[in-house]
């Protein structure tokens, strides 16, 4: 059982936990985007090689995926209180650590601590909401949770580019000081639970096997395009291990009698068809916005602080999206809300695949105010039917899984679209260039301009036919993320529909 009672708090309390857990997923999520725009300042502060730099974020990344699934297991051993005391202090030290590297050795070896704190953060937090409010309103608990874990990847890139321009690169970790400090304040006052258990027991056999596959997924993810995929033998030995790794914790965990995860989890029609779901929200999320970000800088020319600018009004539209769909959830059965929100986020990818770099700004902050408006359509209820009939021993161990599922969804996605827009970039530049010659009507017509017989005439074609390409591949990508997101939508359907009030009436029943 979780070492925190199903029933919810109230009053003033229930508001300073609902504080407490939401600055700390804030501060958690924001660390999944908020140094990559600080890379190139830290790259020559601390004298590292470009391919060393991407350490600084594949080892947060694989420290958190390796520690998440263990939150469930953690928290029976060591109580959901402390647990969650002590990662927010050691995420804390970490950041202040990361602000203080004076070499790429210390500074990855920082990210890895930091990574592994900030793991159980984000799933603690949730089961904390969960039980904190009775079932009837937790559409609104999470909101308030959609807002910390959907507007730390969006405002991180526009907080870090103003951190390290006015300031300096390693503010954006010691921006996490305050917020850790507040979230402790709040912890040792209002947060409550049991001491752990040392009976509690891990299937380390179970805990190894997925932990290697995971960490060997997201090297695979992160490194591939570097390394030309699998051309490199690093390559070929990661995705060797991650085969082998999911192999062996399958048949660990169907032939176990305790597995590291148990097999209710996956009984759950609810739950199971949430980890699709938040997958592919995962995805398209996190991958349109590493795409936007550069697109805006090195085909549109912004600055850093200038794109983080336009791209913050999708938090805007994902904030107020969550507000009103918390409250219309215990009116509107819930899959209708999934379908709006889906329907919403295609909509914004079919705009952004046909922008060109002279779209105005407006478009570009519209876009993104649909975009924000449908994935707070789709976060919350998805949040929220994921976890109606899960039991409530089952929340910490499924909110980590569901943490985790999240998190690979967003590896898997920008993995993919990196490589597509490398790739279709390419094929069309191949392409476009060979319709260029001395004879081309279109050159002849610009003869004065285009010189192709001097270097300098040559270079500017070949900027302009970049510049298509990467326009093109672009819009390709922007297409195939609404194509995925169409296609999502017939799975809701799947889902059991829940009706908020007469579950929290029955709840409220048991209770009694």
Same mark, same amino acid.
């Given at each position: 059982m979780s070492d925190i009672a199903a029933t919810p708090v109230t009053g003033s309390k229930r508001a300073a936990v609902t504080v407490c857990v939401m600055v700390a997923t804030l501060m958690q999520a924001l660390d999944s985007t908020? *140094?990559?725009?600080?890379?190139? &300042?830290m790259q020559g502060s601390l004298a590292a090689t470009s391919t060393q730099i991407n350490w600084v974020l594949t080892s947060y990344i694989v420290a958190a995926a390796i520690l998440t699934p263990a939150t469930g297991w953690l928290e029976a051993r060591f109580g959901r209180r402390q647990l969650f005391i002590v990662c927010v202090a050691g995420f804390v030290v970490a950041s202040m650590l990361c602000g203080t590297a004076t070499s790429i050795e210390q500074m990855v070896l920082y990210r890895m601590i930091q990574g592994a704190f900030g793991a159980p953060v984000v799933p603690l937090?949730?089961?904390v909401l969960l039980d904190s409010y009775p079932l009837r309103m937790r559409g609104q608990a999470m909101a308030i949770f959609g807002l910390g874990v959907m507007l730390g990847p969006i405002l991180g890139p526009t907080l870090g580019g103003w951190l390290t321009q006015y300031y300096d690169w390693r503010w954006v970790f010691y921006v996490n000081v305050p917020l #850790?400090?507040?979230? %402790?304040?709040l912890a040792f006052g209002f947060l409550e639970g049991k001491l752990g258990s040392v009976a509690a027991r891990l299937d380390w056999f179970g805990f190894a096997t997925l932990g290697i596959a995971i960490a060997a997924l997201q090297l695979f993810l992160d490194r591939g395009e570097?390394?030309?995929?699998?051309?490199?033998?690093?390559?070929?030995?990661?995705?060797?291990l991650m085969l082998l790794g999911f192999y062996l914790f399958v048949v660990h965990t169907l032939t176990s009698s305790r597995p590291f995860l148990d097999g209710r989890l996956f009984r759950d029609r609810n739950f199971v068809m949430g980890q699709v779901m938040i997958f592919i929200v995962g995805a398209v999320? %996190?991958?349109? %916005?590493? %795409?936007? *970000?550069? &697109?805006?800088? !090195?085909l549109m020319g912004y600055p850093v602080l200038t794109a983080g600018l336009v791209l913050a009004?999708? #938090?805007? #539209?994902?904030m107020v999206a969550m507000v009103l769909v918390g409250r219309l959830m215990s009116l509107v059965d819930t899959r209708y809300l999934l379908l709006v929100g889906l329907l919403l986020t295609a909509v914004a990818l079919h705009q952004m695949s046909q922008f060109t770099p002279d779209i105005s700004q407006g478009t570009i902050i519209w876009t993104g105010l649909i975009q924000g408006f449908g994935l707070g359509f789709v976060f919350v209820p998805l949040s929220t039917v994921t976890f109606a009939t899960l039991a409530a021993d089952l929340r910490t161990q499924g909110t980590g899984f569901y943490s985790l599922t999240r998190n690979v969804g967003s590896s898997v996605g920008i993995s993919v679209t990196t490589f597509l827009l490398t790739r279709n970039a390419a094929t069309v530049h191949a392409g476009l260039s060979g319709d260029v010659s001395p004879y081309s009507r279109a050159v002849q017509q610009l003869g004065p301009v285009l010189r192709l017989d001097t270097p300098a005439g040559r270079a500017t074609v070949n900027d302009l036919i970049n510049v298509q390409a990467e326009t093109i591949a672009y819009a390709d990508n922007f297409r195939l993320m609404m194509i995925v997101t169409l296609l999502a939508m017939p799975l809701v359907l799947l889902l059991r529909n829940t009706?908020?009030?007469?579950? #929290? !009436? +029955?709840?409220? +029943?048991?209770? +009694?």
């Open positions: 908020i *140094a990559n725009v600080a890379l190139p &300042y937090s949730q089961a #850790g400090i507040m979230t %402790l304040l570097q390394l030309n995929w699998f051309q490199s033998t690093e390559i070929q030995i990661e995705f060797a999320l %996190l991958a349109t %916005l590493s %795409l936007l *970000a550069p &697109y805006l800088e !090195r009004p999708r #938090g805007i #539209g994902t009706k908020p009030l007469e579950a #929290g !009436r +029955a709840e409220q +029943a048991v209770e +009694a």
